[in-house]
């Protein structure tokens, strides 16, 4: 028997899913009889040590989300306060007194303006040295954002490795399940039973855990990338704000008699 289900893998395994639909109202019989078990012990502990593992990315999953949660925010990246502030200032062309301000402050629009708007050139008053201004800034956003993407991007390998824990967790059971098979020799349910059921209980948390993780992933990265935008908008307004005071005279030349308020 136990050479013909290793040379027959395909029918050993219909022969163990007959005999569990066949078996199973008994098997509900012994549930019904047996001491009923809680929703812990049924639903995790039954998994097996995979859960364990499982359980880790759950607890590191809500831990991503929560910190993330914190720290993406407006008041952290582009504060409306700050913004207002710094545009008047570059309206003005208190490009220092900007300075000092956006260096006073931890936030993301703050560090930003504080190490680009020293670029600006008063030599070309047409533009400001704009292009030096905005190098700035991207390199700051390269060098920012890497450091914000990482922590988002831990929730992306809680999303891969989850389900992989879970794909571990059916082959133990499976291997259990034709261990048990191969020492028996015949398919019995009720042996059976408790390795089949390590196999879909892991399969089963490890997609509950991978399915918001990878929605949780996708969120607070186009989060980031908005909030980014949000400051980059701010920044590329106070700069023409300040070319356009700067060059105002030029502004109103152009503009026909009768037409300017």
């Not at 408790?194 to 892991?202: E, H, K, N, P, Q």
């Not at 980059?232 to 700067?246: K, P």
Request: with cysteine; proline share 5%; hydrophobic share 50%.
């Amino acid at each position: 028997m136990i050479l013909q289900s290793v040379r027959r893998p395909g029918r050993t395994m219909a022969l163990v899913v007959t005999s569990l639909l066949v078996s199973a109202p008994s098997l509900f019989a012994q549930d019904a009889a047996a001491p009923s078990k809680n929703a812990l012990q049924k639903y995790v502990i039954d998994g097996g040590p995979t859960m364990f593992f499982i359980g880790a990315a759950v607890v590191a999953l809500i831990a991503l989300a929560v910190f993330n949660f914190i720290n993406l925010t407006k008041p952290k990246f582009c504060p409306d306060d700050l913004k207002a502030e710094l545009l008047d200032h570059m309206a003005n062309c208190r490009v220092r007194s900007a300075i000092e301000l956006a260096a006073s402050h931890p936030s993301y629009l703050g560090r930003m303006m504080a190490y680009s708007l020293p670029n600006i050139d008063a030599t070309r008053p047409e533009d400001l040295g704009r292009d030096q201004v905005e190098d700035a800034m991207a390199d700051f956003s390269i060098n920012e954002n890497r450091r914000s993407m990482t922590w988002v991007n831990y929730i992306s390998l809680v999303a891969q490795a989850a389900p992989m824990l879970g794909l571990l967790g059916t082959v133990i059971g499976m291997v259990q399940a034709f261990g048990i098979l191969a020492e028996s020799g015949q398919a019995d349910p009720s042996q059976l039973a408790g390795s089949i059921s390590v196999a879909l209980l892991t399969t089963m948390w490890g997609l509950i855990t991978a399915i918001p993780a990878l929605l949780a992933y996708f969120f607070f990265k186009n989060r980031l990338n908005n909030l980014v935008a949000d400051c980059h908008h701010a920044a590329e307004d106070m700069l023409n704000a300040s070319i356009q005071t700067v060059n105002q005279d030029a502004y109103l030349a152009k503009i026909p008699e009768g037409i300017a308020v």
